[in-house]
């Protein structure tokens, strides 16, 4: 048995494991989003430099890179953030067959480090429930806050403290397939609000031998008055809050909730392009 750090060796089967995800849905519901409460247009290659920031997208948490993709082919100028140097090498595969021009950056969104400012900041699929303590997720909020254009947005999912605690905390969930499977065992701390997710896969490599390997993530489930307290605290201003599996008001059992948030009027603008 093998033991990595997360998203390893998983990363070369996320994909796969993760076919069911609505990203298209997802994504026509950002475009939307961006063209009624944000500022980043479609439109790539502008020589005005400020129009440039305006118009980039940066993705946090961007994994494998299958949203970014999907953005980018919308019009969109793309930048893409993963702490996993093996989810990047899976994104730049694509980045390569697709021919896109997107720009991909290792670094923890706890320590973002751009270059200029940005239109449009997005992190969905559970991104920032990796975020484990109010602190680190408000100065990560805060660091979005400073790095957007005027009147940007900031669009970002979570999965809610009910989800972790009513429906799949304590559980086991697996899935055999050809190629794939997996065990996936839940553990969910109430007092601390974490989720311990031991994730074990077998993947076939040479005839009918599979390889196992496992990893270990740990993620915090936050209630929605948690995450509106942390919105300001840091800074931005809270525009949107809906439920994601229905796009209807959030209520006590929403498991997912979107959020946009806008640029807060009192927001450092340290981050410029050569500032």
């Not at 069911?20 to 994504?27: H, S």
């Not at 946009?260 to 009192?266: F, L, M, T, Y």
């Amino acid at each position: 048995m093998d033991e990595f750090e997360s998203y390893g060796d998983f990363a070369y089967v996320y994909d796969e494991l993760m076919d069911n995800t609505p990203y298209e849905k997802w994504c026509d519901r950002i475009v939307e989003l961006i063209a009624k409460y944000g500022v980043s247009k479609p439109e790539r290659d502008s020589e005005d430099l400020l129009d440039s920031e305006k118009n980039l997208v940066l993705d946090l948490g961007c994994g494998t890179g299958t949203l970014t993709e999907m953005l980018y082919k919308k019009g969109f100028d793309c930048m893409g953030v993963d702490m996993s140097q093996s989810m990047l090498s899976v994104a730049c595969e694509k980045k390569e067959k697709s021919g896109s021009e997107i720009l991909y950056l290792c670094q923890d969104m706890r320590e973002l480090d751009l270059y200029s400012t940005v239109g449009t900041v997005v992190s969905v699929c559970d991104s920032v429930n990796y975020i484990l303590e109010d602190e680190e997720l408000t100065d990560v909020f805060s660091s979005v806050n400073n790095y957007l254009y005027p009147e940007g947005i900031f669009i970002f999912d979570f999965n809610t403290d009910y989800k972790y605690r009513e429906v799949i905390g304590d559980s086991t969930i697996s899935e055999n397939r050809e190629d794939c499977s997996f065990i996936w065992e839940n553990d969910y701390d109430p007092d601390e609000e974490i989720n311990e997710y031991d994730l074990t896969v077998f993947v076939k490599e040479d005839g009918e031998l599979f390889r196992r390997f496992r990893e270990t993530h740990l993620q915090r489930g936050y209630s929605v008055a948690t995450m509106k307290k942390i919105v300001e605290k840091s800074g931005l201003d809270l525009v949107l809050m809906m439920d994601s599996d229905t796009d209807k008001e959030v209520t006590a059992t929403s498991e997912r909730v979107l959020v946009v948030a806008k640029k807060g009027k009192e927001a450092d603008n340290t981050f410029v392009v050569n500032a």
